[in-house]
């Protein structure tokens, strides 16, 4: 290829130019801009960068009829008038320059007048056709582009030639070819923008060129502050509170408080988590395996912090643990807390727990306890605590209820009310039904400086079988029990009261029947030997009841059945073994006969001896 060839556009390269889709590689788009009509193959070849590139793509331009030589380097000092035309072609498939040239040899019959000069050729006017091409429709308002210098084409031979000689002056200096190349690819882009601008297409940016929408920054900032809060929230150096924590809560309980370990979680919900909590020295009567805080995070930054709810896990509470839980009705907690949830707590006295059980704590507005409500697993036992000046007042109760302490009882029904405080807990009010009977009463429960126990109890027409079953005891009898108890106790623990209670009393029953004796056979047995097994019926029998925990003693016994009556004492060691002594008598209707008996043996195996005839 001619390095001094001039190329320009034609209307197929302006066309193509307007729509994107007419040429797909990107070297020919870039040839295509820099072709001008001014610039030579050499030029085009050094601001492309590639001479064989440039030549190659400049070549497939000139086949697809996108680019024509520049008329003005044809040579024409040879060319000849062509004949003359009427009307020029009408479809041209391919992109050409016809130029008619006179025939070698003039015809015989009409030789050219030899005075007439010859005429200088004629460019014919060519009309390009181009190809149709599916593309998008013109736009509203096509920017002008440069078009090529072309002579009229009614114009005479020598204004043709100086229009296409008048060119403009090519520019003396030229930039680099790498600065040429990126000059046209933004021309290029440019121009595809404001070719395509009436269609609503989005231009096609090339290169290393970022445009930032505002929908894409305000997504980056959606999406970023909240991984900006999660990093912050679990790196956040939580243990520095620690010892805050530690302080506070040691002063709100009056107790040591230890924590093991302090983090944050996301799950269930995001909290902060404290673990390993323990109030008190030694055994620690009140210990928490873990508790969910979750914070007001606004209120983190202030003085006075709020928690909307606070879950503790594993809550055990031993002997005078209770005092610690009574303690918090009494101050105000050192932050805001609006809701509790209690899991899993156990209250453990001696060898005797109430586990499993499960609740919440209700909060005020000003953050002090309104109500403490926990119950079991299967809702057969309920507590209410309510705060009341420095105490509680406490209301509990229970459906087919065991209790855990001793003596284990069952309660068909069971309704307990009193008052908790630091170091007691006084009930006023037990009303409950068990063992086909009623049983009412109150007690006071003391843990300030050892453990002490007091209680008044009164039994009305219990079953006496399955109250003498469910104590353990190796007696048995039958009939209505009722009995009027006093309970008391003193020990250095509440684990321990139950060593050291004592109980005395009254007791009646009425229409039963004491087994394991006879009392009628032994007065008339006339030998010497004790009288074993049996059972003896009784219209009425009534006495005094002393336990302690070495032995239990039954006085001022009184039995009435028909024409037999007795009277007397039994004394019952913690081993079973019984002594005592019993005066019957047996009335007929010829005599009256009284015999002294002597109680021995177990309870298991009671004996009766006549003391003497």
Known sequence: MDKKTVFVKTKEG????????????RNLRSILIMVDGQTTVAELSKRFGDKNAAEAALAELLAGGFIAEQLDQLDFTKAQPPEVKKEPAEDVPELTSQIALPPAQDPPSAPPPAAEPPLPPVIEEIELTAPEYESLP????????PQPVQAAAGAGWMDRIKALLAKPKKPSARPQPEKEKKKAERQEDEYEEEQIGGADLEPIRRGRKFNFSWPVLALSV?????????????????????????????????APVKVGDIGFSFLPRPHIALRNITVGQDEAPLSIASVRAVPDFF?????????HDLTFSKVAVKDAGLGKLALAAAGSPPAEIRHITLNEVSLTAGDASLGGLSGEIKMTASGTMETVQLNN??????????????????????????????PKLTFQWLEVQGELRPASLALSKIDGRAYEGLVEGKALLGWAGGATLSSDLELKRLSADKLLTALGSALTAEGELSARLKLAARADSLGKLAEALHVDGTF?????????????????????????GGETKFEQLSGTVDIDPKDCRLGNLRLASGLLTAGGSVGIARSGSLSGAMNVELKSSAATLRVPLTVGGTTKDPMLTPSRR
């Open 222 to 254: 959606v999406v970023g502050i909240p991984v900006l809060l999660v990093l912050v929230l679990l790196l956040y150096p939580y243990g520095r509170h620690l010892p805050a924590i530690e302080r506070n809560a040691s002063a709100y309980l009056q």
């Open 14 to 25: 302006e066309e193509a130019m307007r729509q994107r889709t007419r040429l797909v590689q």
């Open 138 to 145: 013109p736009p509203a308002r096509p920017a002008p582009r």
């Open 299 to 307: 209120s983190l930054l202030g003085e006075r912090k709020v928690f």
């Open 508 to 532: 009646e029953m009425k229409r039963g029947t004491a087994r394991g004796f006879d009392l009628g056979e032994a007065v008339r047995n006339t030998g010497r030997g004790p009288t074993r």
């Open 377 to 406: 697993s299967d809702a057969s036992f309920k507590v209410d605590l309510q705060p009341q000046g420095e105490a509680y007042r406490f209301s509990a109760t229970g459906n087919n209820w065991k209790s855990p302490f001793t």
